[in-house]
């Protein structure tokens, strides 16, 4: 079945770096667009990084450019992203996805169970 399992979060100070990572297994998973979400206490889930299927030219929110690199390995079915420079509005839990979209417009999406990062002294 499909899964994805994230990995990596934890207890950091401000101005640290935390790296997470996303297993994935059950789909093709050369075939989806990778992102990461987060979603913090009493807030909507946001969108933080994606990267095509191909890889290449990754989008970011502009809360984190500049810190936060997102990146896959197709031949491992892993994504990963790189936190650098972390504050403490970055506290959150984060959240793996993979989506596709069919030929005839059909969607296919997938969420990972989530892992708390806490950015605080």
């Known amino acids: 079945q499909v899964q994805l399992v994230e990995s990596g979060g934890g207890l950091v100070q401000p101005g640290g770096s935390l790296r997470l990572s996303c297993a994935a297994s059950?789909?093709?998973?050369?075939?989806?667009?990778m992102s990461w979400y987060r979603q913090a206490p009493g807030k909507e889930r946001e969108l933080v990084a994606a990267?095509?299927?191909?890889?290449?030219?990754?989008n970011y929110a502009d809360s984190v450019k500049g810190r936060f690199t997102i990146s896959r390995d197709n031949a491992k079915n892993t994504v990963h992203l790189q936190m650098n420079s972390l504050k403490p509005e970055d506290t959150a839990v984060y959240y793996c996805n993979a989506e596709r979209i069919g030929l005839r417009g059909d969607k296919y999406n997938y969420w990972g169970q989530g892992t708390q990062v806490t950015v605080s002294s």
């Open positions: 990267i095509p299927s191909a890889g290449g030219s990754a």
């Open positions: 059950g789909f093709t998973f050369s075939s989806y667009a």
